[in-house]
């Protein structure tokens, strides 16, 4: 996400708010970060773009249908997940 060139200085980032963005639409945010991103998106376009996309894309995939897994990919899936190491 592009800088915002708002030329007001702020105490959050762009690209904080876009690491931030899933816990500021769910609430659960500290109320004073909650509202440093309130202050930050009034004024900066890009994240009002972003934001919104970002609702769109969350709203999309909760309207997609659970699809069961075949039984045989499940078990195929499992398999790989057991045998690779978790990233460190």
Known sequence: MPDCGSGIPSEIECRQ????LGDYLEGSL???T????????????????FLN???G????????????IPPE??????AVLKSTKAPR
């Open 17 to 20: 708010i876009a690491d931030l």
């Open 53 to 55: 996309t970002y609702r």
């Open 30 to 32: 500290p109320r004073a």
């Open 73 to 78: 990919l499940k078990k195929r899936l499992l």
């Open 57 to 68: 894309t969350v709203e999309a995939a909760r309207k997609i249908a659970d699809v069961p």
């Open 34 to 49: 909650h509202e440093l991103i309130d202050f930050h998106i009034d004024g900066c376009a890009p994240c009002v773009a």
